[in-house]
């Protein structure tokens, strides 16, 4: 090895996420199927269907652990109510929420207070959380009238973006 170059380490994508069981992914997908899709779209699976709390990025494989460590915060179970259909800019089909239960803002806000503690940047825009139900779809019409989604929320997810479109998204960690 080079003593002038660093050592290659392997990089990882990660995220904080609420991941969707079973039971929300079946609402989830009631939902979806109430939508008309343009040709083109791209439906995202029902095992790929989360709500980002803080996009994590690349991150060397030995830094993970560390990581895991520091993000296990205080956490409250709560439920989440998805009444939203909309289209986002850039095709983004979503269905987001009305109103942010007090449980997830608080989570949302100790996760940002963790990851600053770690040096790692967090995004500076309002938290709205969406779970995308599809891309390239600025053509969709969303429904006009729909049950929403209850989402009962007994924990969140550290999870690897795995690059594989058979599984897109792996849970590394679970807490709660």
């Known amino acids: 090895m080079d003593p002038g170059k ?24 009631a939902h979806a ?3 008309t899709w343009p040709a083109g ?7 790929d269907w989360h709500i980002t ?3 994590i ?28 259909s909309l289209l986002w800019p850039h095709g983004l ?26 040096d790692v940047p967090v995004e500076s825009r309002p938290y709205q ?3 995308t139900l599809a891309r390239h779809a600025g053509a969709a019409i969303p429904p006009t009238a729909f049950a929403p989604v209850r989402w009962p929320v007994p924990a969140y997810a550290l999870v690897l973006s795995t690059g594989d479109r058979q599984q897109r ?3 590394i960690h679970q807490y709660g």
């Not at 050592?7 to 929300?24: N, S, W």
């Not at 089909?93 to 770690?118: C, D, K, N, S």
């Open 53 to 55: 709390l803080h996009f």
């Open 169 to 171: 998204y792996r849970v």
């Open 57 to 84: 990025g690349a991150m060397d494989a030995d830094r993970v652990e560390r990581l895991a460590a520091g993000v296990a915060v205080p956490f409250q179970p709560f439920e989440l109510v998805l009444d939203q």
């Open 129 to 131: 959380p969406h779970v």
């Open 6 to 29: 660093p050592p290659v380490t392997r990089k990882q994508r990660l995220f904080l996420a609420l991941v969707a069981d079973e039971p929300v992914q079946s609402q989830l997908n």
């Open 93 to 118: 089909a979503i269905l987001g929420a009305t109103v942010v239960p007090p449980p997830l803002r608080a989570l949302y806000e100790r996760l940002g207070a963790a990851l600053r503690g770690l």
């Open 41 to 47: 779209c791209v439906p995202c699976l029902p095992a």
């Open 33 to 35: 199927k109430q939508w």
